[in-house]
């Protein structure tokens, strides 16, 4: 059964970091492009980073250019999320999706596998 499970959320103050997890079960994240949304309480899903493995295609938004960096361990078919300088409006429930065979695209329709979320605060 193909999974992805996000890890690494939690409760940080204003400038603090944090360092989210995306790891595959069931499948490789070779042929994959990987996305990170975001979901704020009343707001639409919002893409933050995107992907590609076999490219090494990647691309952010512009709320999180120069804060966030997306990493990746192929061994360990995990993707990481490095988010730096986090200010409140970043609070959300942070999503990783997954579509084989595409391209780096920050739109959620575009994925077909989802995580089930890890929650982010930012708060002092």
């Known amino acids: 059964q193909l999974q992805l499970v996000e890890s690494g959320g939690g409760l940080v103050q204003p400038g603090g970091s944090l360092r989210l997890s995306c790891a595959a079960s069931?499948?490789?994240?070779?042929?994959?492009?990987i996305g990170w949304f975001r979901q704020a309480p009343g707001k639409e899903r919002e893409g933050v980073s995107c992907?590609?493995?076999?490219?090494?295609?990647?691309n952010y938004a512009d709320s999180v250019k120069g804060r966030f960096t997306l990493s990746r361990d192929n061994a360990k078919d995990t993707v990481y999320l490095q988010m730096n300088s986090l200010k409140p409006e970043d609070t959300a429930v942070y999503y990783c999706?997954?579509?084989?065979?595409?391209?780096?695209?920050?739109?959620?329709?575009?994925?077909?596998?989802w995580g089930q979320g890890t929650q982010v605060t930012v708060s002092s």
């Open positions: 999706a997954a579509r084989r065979f595409a391209l780096c695209n920050l739109h959620s329709t575009a994925y077909n596998y």
């Open positions: 069931g499948f490789t994240l070779a042929n994959y492009a």
């Open positions: 992907f590609v493995f076999n490219s090494g295609s990647v």
